[in-house]
T-cell receptor, first 116, second 112 residues
Framework: DAGVTQSPTHLIKTRGQQVTLRCSPK?????VSWYQQALGQGPQFIFQ???????QRGNFPDRFSGHQFPNYSSELNVNALLLGDSALYLCASSSQGVGHSYNEQFFGPGTRLTVL | LAKTTQPISMDSYEGQEVNITCSHN???????ITWYQQFPSQGPRFIIQ???TKVTNEVASLFIPADRKSSTLSLPRVSLSDTAVYYC?????????????FGQGTELSVKP
């Protein structure tokens, strides 16, 4: 049973470009959350997708957008990249189903984005 | 959302028991306490969760006093592979819809 997978592993972009990151949730999970983790900091919540809709959003500008597909996989898009967007982007999956703990989210290995 | 305070770093030696304490003075009635572990270049991993008293699993124990204003993660007989950052999270996860609020965490270094 594959856990949460993310692609690509690493990415280098320049300021002003756009980037798309991808996430496949753990089998049986229907909810995907995205987090940004700057060096030396804890992960910061960006947004969460369930039933192909954005359900919650953290304090991130509209340059950050996402999408969830019918197979529960998700994409994170960042437009007009800034140097400060350089970070590890983490995807976490969980299930909204009965009996599942909201607390136990399963994280992927992340995508390391470097903006030059 | 309750704010958490934990030590920035801790050092230990192999075979010792490590206790990491987290303060959460403003914890609400519906809040649970959850700990995650993160190795370098990996995503965080759920360790343990509790509401009150003591919880134990195969990895760690979590001690929560009656006033719930703090909690202690206890790692028995640590090894080098326990070197990681440990995050204490507090929140009503059901009403937050699964949104996890991470602080800076405690960087644990285990030495031989």
């Amino acid at each position: 049973d594959a856990g949460v997978t993310q692609s690509p592993t690493h990415l280098i972009k320049t300021r002003g470009q756009q980037v798309t990151l991808r996430c496949s949730p753990k089998s049986g999970h229907d909810t995907v959350s995205w987090y940004q983790q700057a060096l030396g900091q804890g992960p910061q919540f960006i947004f969460q997708y369930y039933e192909e809709e954005e359900r919650q959003r953290g304090n991130f500008p509209d340059r950050f957008s996402g999408h969830q597909f019918p197979n529960y996989s998700s994409e994170l898009n960042v437009n007009a990249l800034l140097l400060g967007d350089s970070a590890l982007y983490l995807c976490a999956s969980s299930s909204q189903g009965v009996g599942h703990s909201y607390n136990e989210q399963f994280f992927g290995p992340g995508t390391r984005l470097t903006v030059l | 959302l309750a704010k958490t305070t934990q030590p920035i770093s801790m050092d230990s030696y192999e075979g010792q028991e490590v206790n990491i304490t987290c303060s959460h003075n403003n914890i609400a009635t519906n809040d649970y306490i959850t700990w995650y572990q993160q190795f370098p270049s990996q995503g965080p991993r759920f360790i343990i969760q509790g509401y009150k008293t003591k919880v134990t699993n195969e990895v760690a124990s979590l001690f929560i006093p009656a006033d719930r204003k703090s909690s202690t993660l206890s790692l028995p007989r640590v090894s080098l592979s326990d070197t990681a950052v440990y995050y204490c999270l507090v929140g009503d996860m059901k009403n937050q819809g699964g949104k996890l609020i991470f602080g800076q965490g405690t960087e644990l270094s285990v030495k031989p």
